[in-house]
């Protein structure tokens, strides 16, 4: 028996990377699923394999940022399966411009594409947890929320929003039964890294050299930990937020540049 058997999921941004990772994870583990994105295709073709191995699978085409697509997405989890357990706010989006160079509708779409998005899901999906007196919220942030990217001041934001979120519905919503807790990937082998990042030998010797796992994330490390916290193994986890990079942000960066620290860290010295 899976450790999601019987239990609904809905995941937003579900149609590739992190997203698709996590509902294969849940699929496999039991439970059925209600799938979000605004590529539709991609979407389709993740739930038709999913249904291939048993899975039971609901899509929804539409922008995350707009309230209808969360009102269709939540009312379809409660009229094919009669309740939602779990909510996985995955769906995001992100710029490369500075301050000074970013446009205030680029602002904003990111901040309802990463932040906004979340606060629809839990808008919609805590009145059905509430019937049910219980239920699971997993907000996807950043390590962004954390440390700052140059260029990406948008997401920076709207990932310390998602914190800040995260710790408000878990103390509003905790005496209801509903856990909401957040997950804070590093660096991961998305499609887009694969293509942007991953496709530079220099970035990608550069990425593995700041992890000190010396590898590079997997979706399917963040779809295991989105499980555990899903779980009834997390029964008492709330508001928390959980780093998945390897430990890249536990080291102080100076070892990365210093040569001595380098060589105690077994990095190379040129």
Avoid at 141 to 148: K, R
Wanted: glycine fraction near 10%; charged fraction near 20%; include cysteine.
């Amino acid at each position: 028996m899976g450790r999601l058997e019987g239990k609904v999921a809905l995941i937003s941004g579900a149609a590739r990377g992190i997203g698709a990772a996590i509902a294969t994870r849940f699929a496999g583990e039991g439970a059925s699923l209600v799938l979000v994105d605004v590529l539709v295709e991609e979407l389709q073709r993740l739930a038709e394999g999913l249904v291939t191995v048993g899975g039971v699978v609901e899509v929804v085409g539409g922008d995350v940022a707009d309230e209808e697509t969360w009102r269709q997405a939540v009312n379809r989890a409660e009229e094919r399966f009669r309740r939602l357990d779990i909510l996985v706010n995955n769906a995001g989006a992100a710029e490369h411009r500075s301050v000074t160079d970013l446009s205030v509708a680029l602002w904003r779409r990111t901040l309802d594409v990463c932040l906004t998005s979340a606060f629809l899901g839990a808008k919609y999906a805590i009145p059905v947890m509430q019937r049910q007196q219980g239920g699971a919220i997993i907000n996807i942030s950043s390590v962004n929320s954390l440390v700052a990217t140059p260029g990406m001041p948008a997401y920076t934001a709207a990932k310390g929003g998602m914190t800040a979120l995260t710790r408000q519905l878990a103390v509003e919503y905790g005496p209801d039964g509903i856990r909401t807790n957040e997950i804070r990937p590093g660096l991961i082998a998305t499609p887009e890294t694969v293509e942007t990042v991953l496709a530079d030998s220099a970035e990608e010797r550069a990425a593995l050299e700041s992890c000190p796992l010396r590898r590079v994330g997997q979706p399917e490390d963040i779809a295991a930990t989105a499980l555990f916290l899903a779980s009834e193994d997390a029964a008492y986890i709330n508001g928390v937020a959980l780093t998945v990079d390897g430990g890249t942000t536990a080291q102080w960066p100076p070892i990365l540049v210093r040569p001595a620290l380098r060589r105690k860290a077994r990095l190379p010295v040129e």
